[in-house]
């Protein structure tokens, strides 16, 4: 059964600082992987997704994120940390054959002045 | 276009009570989704429709959880009896069809509070 780890349940950086947040996926066949942004007391929203085609997806708000099949990875990166940045991120994971999204157990980045 | 929209936004019951949520997914969007997502967890899939059908509802707790989607639009999810362990934020979804490369479109929740 396919399954997404993050690792790190909390992620503190300052603003102006790169923003890494790491999601690794088992899975036998290559997924389709999805970052979703959850601010307090509201929904999620996606921010990027990666189907098929180039393995550097650029998303939302100067978001990235990059398959690397060989690593089952699909780490979210941004440059220079905003403070408006501060939320829960979840990396999420799909397969063909159930059309079921997966979550993983998300990241709360926390952005220090 | 409007997002999902979810109603209540808040609702405190005591256990063993009854409570029901309601959802209207974008319009045109034929899949509707139900997930439950516990304080510090991912959301977790309850429920999935396909216009007015049940795709997958295998992780429903089907003793106690039922959800209906009347004539493909609208959608409700009910809890009876509530138990101390059902404290969670319930997020409703939509997408135009299942397929993998759509994307869900989340509701801002209803948070329920079980005393």
């Known amino acids: 059964a396919q399954s997404v780890t993050q690792l790190g349940s909390h992620v503190s950086v300052s603003e102006g600082a790169l923003v890494l947040l790491r999601c690794n996926y088992s899975?036998?066949?290559?997924?389709?992987l999805f970052w979703y942004v959850q601010y307090p007391n509201q929904g999620l929203q996606l921010l990027l997704k990666?189907?098929?085609?180039?393995?550097l997806v650029k998303g939302i708000n100067g978001f990235e994120a990059e398959f690397k099949k060989s690593e089952t990875s699909f780490h979210l990166t941004k440059p220079s940390a905003h403070m408006s940045d501060a939320a829960e991120y979840f990396c999420?994971?799909?397969?063909?054959?159930?059309?079921?999204?997966?979550f993983g157990s998300g990241t709360r980045l926390l952005v220090r002045p | 276009e409007a997002g999902v929209a979810q109603s209540p936004r808040y609702k405190i019951i005591e256990k063993r009570q009854s409570v029901a949520f309601w959802c209207n997914p974008i319009?045109?969007?034929?899949?509707l989704y139900w997930y439950q997502q516990i304080l510090g967890q991912g959301p977790k899939l309850l429920i999935q429709?396909?216009?007015?059908?049940?795709?997958?509802d295998s992780q429903l707790p089907k003793d106690r959880f039922s959800a209906e989607r009347l004539k493909g639009v609208d959608s409700t999810l009910k809890i009876q009896p509530a138990k101390l362990e059902d404290s969670a934020v319930y997020l409703c979804?939509?997408?135009?069809?299942?397929?993998?490369?759509?994307?869900?479109?989340f509701g801002d929740g209803t948070r329920l509070s079980i005393l």
């Open positions: 979804a939509s997408s135009l069809d299942p397929g993998s490369n759509q994307p869900q479109h």
């Open positions: 899975s036998s066949v290559p997924p389709y």
């Open positions: 429709f396909q216009n007015n059908g049940v795709v997958d």
């Open positions: 999420a994971v799909k397969m063909d054959s159930s059309y079921k999204l997966i």
């Open positions: 990666y189907t098929t085609g180039a393995t």
């Open positions: 319009s045109g969007h034929a899949t």
